[in-house]
């Protein structure tokens, strides 16, 4: 199980939390025209990282803050944590 | 009475306390402080179980977690039985009951004993080979004989009575094994202000220091042990644990603890749980595990009576016990001349097998001068003996250890083995640390720490005890002091050992010539040495390979004892060393785990928690039957009398159509959303327009996920300019709240918006029905509640007999409906004041069941439609969605599935006979006697009868289903035999226009 450092709250483990998917995915914006690919790169196409990854998870059991992680895939290291309008 | 084999005075045992026991219906006595297995040998009893393949008798190896064989069966009065017992690990009490395991119809004779009659027919891959033809034999022939002639213990059919508790603890530095390395680094790291917790998988704390002849300071060991233990209860920064093991060594230094709590007393309150799963979250791990002994490997060595000498010497030590009184020791190193020296002590006269040329060591020599006679150069070649084992054929050793010079018969009564030591590098190794070859001790030791782990002792490698005091000492002291930054450093204290020469790495006997005895690597998985030669004969090269083709280490002991001799000999076969053969995975548990400790608490009802509303008592008190709804219990219906669930459904039901019913509607998830872009923000998560829904007015809304599959639906209120309540289905409750702080946080941050889940703060009651104005009337003496000042989808704020409420028209049943929210606490005072007030009108309460009635026959779509594959114009809302605006999951809903004109739509299904129900699930077909697979046209997803026609009455999603209305097909259910022909109607099949919702 998992120790993640919640930027508001601290260290707290793993089932406190929810994992949210890759944090580098950018939701287009709202009226904006894309292609049919941009949009399914989106929806569907994620990167499976060897490595570091940089997610998003939610304090779900908590604060309810989704936040930032850079974790490593292969050995879960966490190297880093932030809040969402921090850079990581 | 008699022990035979129990020696007088020696031991660790209480005396004063005698315990009767029954084994394979035999009584027997043993002492308090016993194992069943030292009980068992005081009594002479070596044959403990059968093999797992070839039912070979067999007796007790080891003398703790390493034993292979002696797995029983454990039975207690309250007719409760546990399988796969370890005899070295179960504490003796009153009336213990145990029998062995995999023998019919007894362990001394054994039907299926017949196999090892056979065993050349049984090499490795066996099964593989044989069982492929014909196929289908299988699963009907096969394998029930197969699962029922191997394996071990009865499982119980009966649920498991006793209680199971978890704990979460923090820590600086956790101890696992409290030998001399781990006492000394606990008492380091304590003694430096850490908060430490130091575990011992036994009851007695120590380890080898309970059975080594060795002093420490001017004490011998046991006594230093004992000391440093009290001292170590006596700080308040530690906690020390017998009887718990450190079982697993997860991410981010989790480390999981079980603790035997229970079954060692003889009288335990009944608040005691039987077992205690500790959490451990700690910041520093030393690993103090020890190291396990290698057996030597002979032809026939694994009659009852061969066991590990460093077993044969605790069973001496610690309980007292002779293993035998004609011993053989058989070694390629110092440390079994410990075990001999001991016998010797006891009054008997052990023969020492030495495969070394000779050792000039202390110890060797101690065992000289008390007169032990010594065959240096010699071996076991082969055991002899039915249910234990009576003579040896031993031999001396040609120079290149191919063959035997000679062979004589010795008599025995027992062959007490060490091959060298295996360090116990399990938690190492689940943590992450690679793991390198010593060429020197033959094994492999902990290398490069990927978590926060430190080795030390014996599982390092280091097999001295000044070596492991110094390395516990020095480490407790550095770990400390990185966590706690204090600088108390204590000095290990002197001691003193016998000293050791190298072992002789040869450690599997030649067979006698001309002879194809088994030689036994894995006594658990029966895995001999000629099964490891067939597997890399016949092209297995990978250690993993080899493993799973023989099942070399894959029984329960997870090859503790035969793992390493077993890449050895690989090794040996393909002439490579062992670093290059590699080794297989270790992985939590260390050893098996009762699978109610895994669950705790959390079985039954606490498997997860009950949600109630704050009516519940209520509903209990008027006959209501629940139903699970997510979390919640909600009531299902109310029984009458005898009433089935169809009679209550339609009761109910009938009566909110032609009078008033109340519904408890308090599970519905609720989110209040607050702030100056609140209305922006549902404007793009809700597919309709929401900017200008006018304050003191409520609307439906559909969300999409992002793939443009429908979410959610429910209605929105608008309470004022920046105020919105939300509702969603009680299913979804949780994750919309989760999408919905996604977006606001994630995604649009900018949005001036904030949402908070209120489901628990309101009470809701739904009150529907043609004479549901004049109640609401009753209920609001002040309010105006005419179809003109609070229409269809209004909203109110009012008294209730001054309980402040909201009142919302709104309706699921398709009837003239409000739904009433108060404050939680007064939902019990809203729910009686509505029934008080209504009753007469008629007033009854309705369960879910007639919920789901009026529902279906309106046509309202619910979960069983919005099932997470449908789009909205497959439920025929595709006039929800703006074309005007853009929101979550819009730009889905061009792609090619999706604007297919030949896609599900929803529509209703009756039966041509109007009589029988048709099952949900069933499929709709157009010929029910086409051949299989039947082309699928649409299924049913939810069932009724109608109150409103008196018949039957489905919802379905029907490919081209608008078109086909009108159309006779078949719904099939194979699961209930059912053929039913069907016509396909509107699914609006109540009130089409929705003039009752309006009137």
């Not at chain 2, 030495?354 to 010699?378: C, G, Q, T, W, Y």
């Not at chain 2, 109150?947 to 097909?969: D, H, M, Q, T, W």
Request: proline letters at 5%; one cysteine or more.
């Amino acid at each position: 199980m998992l120790e993640i450092k919640c930027p508001y709250c601290g260290k707290r483990s793993q089932n406190e939390f929810s994992y949210g998917g890759d944090a580098s995915v950018k939701r287009p914006a709202l009226e904006k025209e894309i292609s049919d690919k941009e949009w399914d790169d989106f929806v569907y196409f994620r990167k499976n990282p060897r490595g570091k990854h940089l997610e998003l998870w939610h304090h779900v059991s908590g604060c309810r803050q989704w936040f930032k992680v850079s974790r490593d895939t292969t050995t879960h290291e966490i190297h880093e944590t932030s809040k969402i309008n921090e850079e990581l | 009475m008699t022990q035979k084999y129990r020696l007088d005075k020696k031991g660790y045992i209480n005396r004063k306390k005698l315990i009767s026991f029954k084994f394979n219906g035999k009584k027997y006595f043993g002492y308090e402080g016993d194992t069943l297995a030292s009980a068992l040998l005081a009594n002479g009893v070596h044959l403990v179980g059968r093999s797992f393949k070839y039912h070979r008798p067999r007796g007790f190896i080891g003398a703790g977690v390493d034993e292979p064989n002696a797995k029983v069966q454990l039975y207690n009065k309250e007719d409760k039985n546990e399988p796969n017992v370890l005899a070295t690990e179960v504490e003796l009490v009153e009336g213990l009951t145990a029998k062995s395991q995999n023998c019919w119809p007894s362990v001394s004779f054994d039907f299926g004993a017949i196999n090892n009659l056979f065993s050349k027919f049984f090499p490795a891959g066996f099964y593989y080979k044989t069982f492929m033809w014909p196929k289908n034999f299988w699963y009907r022939i096969y394998e029930p004989i197969i699962r029922k002639a191997a394996g071990l213990g009865v499982a119980p059919l009966k649920p498991d009575p006793d209680r199971y508790e978890h704990k979460f603890e923090y820590c600086d530095v956790l101890v696992a094994g409290s030998g001399p390395a781990g006492i000394s680094s606990a008492l380091a790291a304590a003694k430096n202000g850490a908060k430490v917790i130091l575990a011992e998988e036994k009851p007695r704390f120590g380890g080898s220091l309970l059975s080594d002849e060795v002093t420490i300071g001017n004490k011998n060991g046991k006594d230093w042990a004992d000391e440093s233990i009290s001292q170590l209860k006596s700080m308040p920064n530690v906690i020390v644990k017998n009887r718990s093991q450190v079982f697993g060594y997860y991410d981010h230094n989790m480390m999981v603890m079980i603790e035997k709590t229970k079954d060692h007393l003889e009288k335990p309150s009944k608040f005691i749980p039987r077992q205690r799963l500790w959490y451990i979250r700690a910041k520093e791990v030393v690993i103090s595990t020890g190291s396990i002994e290698r057996p030597l490997v002979f032809a026939n060595n694994d009659r009852p009576g061969i066991m590990l000498a460093s077993a044969a010497k605790e069973y001496m030590k610690v309980y007292g016990v002779l293993v035998g009184k004609k011993p053989i020791i058989f070694t390629n190193n110092d440390s079994a001349y410990d075990c001999a020296i001991e016998f010797k002590k006891n009054g008997i006269d052990p023969l020492v097998l030495d495969i070394r040329k000779s050792s000039d060591s202390s110890i060797v020599k101690e065992a000289k001068n008390l007169n032990i006679k010594i065959k240096f150069s010699h071996g076991v070649a082969n055991s002899k003996g039915h249910l234990r084992v009576n003579s040896a054929n031993i031999g001396k050793l040609n120079d290149s250890k191919s063959s035997y010079e000679n062979l004589e018969n010795v008599s025995c009564d027992c062959i007490c083995v060490s091959g060298n030591w295996t360090p116990t590098v399990h938690l190492s190794s689940q943590s992450g640390n690679k793991l390198k070859f010593n060429d020197k001790i033959d094994a492999f030791i902990p290398n490069q720490s990927r978590q926060n782990e430190t080795t030390i002792g014996s599982a390092s490698g280091a097999f001295t005890l000044k070596k492991s005091l110094e390395d516990g000492f020095s480490k407790g002291y550095e770990l400390s002091k990185k966590i706690t930054g204090k600088d108390t450093k204590s000095l290990p204290p002197t001691s003193n050992e016998r000293s050791s020469e190298e072992h002789d790495k040869f450690w599997c006997m030649p067979l006698p010539k001309g002879k194809h005895y088994k030689r036994f690597v894995d006594f658990q998985n029966d895995v001999a040495v000629s099964d490891i030669e067939l597997a890399v004969r016949e092209g297995f090269r990978s250690i993993e390979h080899v493993k799973r083709y023989t099942t070399l280490g894959m029984a329960t002991d997870q090859g503790k004892t035969s793992n390493l001799n077993g890449l050895q000999l690989v090794s040996n076969v393909e002439k490579k060393i062992v670093p290059e053969v590699g080794h297989t995975t270790f992985r939590p548990p260390y050893n098996p785990v009762t699978i109610g400790a895994i669950v705790g608490r959390e079985v039954g009802k606490n498997y997860r928690p009950t949600r109630k509303s704050p009516m519940h008592s209520w509903h209990e008190k008027n006959n209501a039957v629940f139903v699970d709804a997510g979390l919640w219990l909600r009531p299902r219906y109310y029984k009458q009398g005898n009433e089935t669930l169809n009679d209550a459904a339609i009761r109910e039901a009938t009566n909110v159509r032609n009078n008033v019913g109340v519904c408890d509607v308090t599970s519905l998830g609720k989110i209040d959303i607050k702030g100056s872009d609140s209305a922006e923000f549902l404007n793009r998560v809700y597919t309709n327009a929401w900017m200008k829904l006018p304050v003191g007015k409520s609307r439906y809304g559909v969300m999409l996920r992002e793939d443009g599959i429908v979410f959610d639906d429910g209605t929105t209120t608008r309470i004022s300019e920046k105020h919105f309540h939300m509702t969603t289905t009680t299913a979804q409750a949780v994750n919309i709240l989760a999408h919905l702080e996604y977006y606001l946080q994630v995604v649009w941050p900018e949005l001036d918006v904030n949402v908070l889940s209120t489901t628990e703060q309101w009470a809701g009651a739904a009150v529907a029905g043609p004479n549901s104005r004049d109640l609401m009337g009753k209920l609001f003496p002040n309010l105006d509640v005419s179809n003109e000042t609070l229409p269809f989808m209004g909203f109110k704020e009012e008294d209730l007999f001054g309980v402040p409420a909201r009142i919302f028209r709104i309706s699921f049943s398709g009837e003239l409906a409000y739904e009433i929210n108060v404050e939680s606490g007064y939902g019990i005072f809203m729910w009686e004041k509505i029934m008080e007030l209504g009753k007469e009108m008629n007033i009854e309460p309705y369960g879910t069941e007639a919920l789901s009635t009026l529902r279906i026959e309106m046509g309202h779509v619910a979960g069983s439609e919005i099932d997470g594959r449908v789009i909205s114009s497959d439920l025929s809302l595709e006039g929800m969605l703006s074309k005007k605006k853009d929101f979550i999951g819009k730009r889905s809903l061009n792609r090619e599935a999706f604007i297919n004109p030949d896609r599900e739509k929803i529509v209703g299904v009756v039966p041509l006979d109007r009589k029988t129900m048709i099952p949900e699930g069933s499929h709709l077909v157009k010929d029910n006697k086409s051949s299989l697979p039947n082309p699928k046209l649409g299924h049913i997803s939810a069932s009724c009868w109608s109150v409103e026609y008196n018949n039957p009455f489905s919802l379905a999603i029907l490919k081209e289903g608008k078109k086909r209305i009108g159309e006779k097909l078949y719904a099939l259910s194979p699961l209930k035999n059912k053929s039913i022909p069907v016509e396909i109607v509107s699914s609006h099949y109540v009130d089409p226009k929705g003039e009752r919702v309006r009137s």
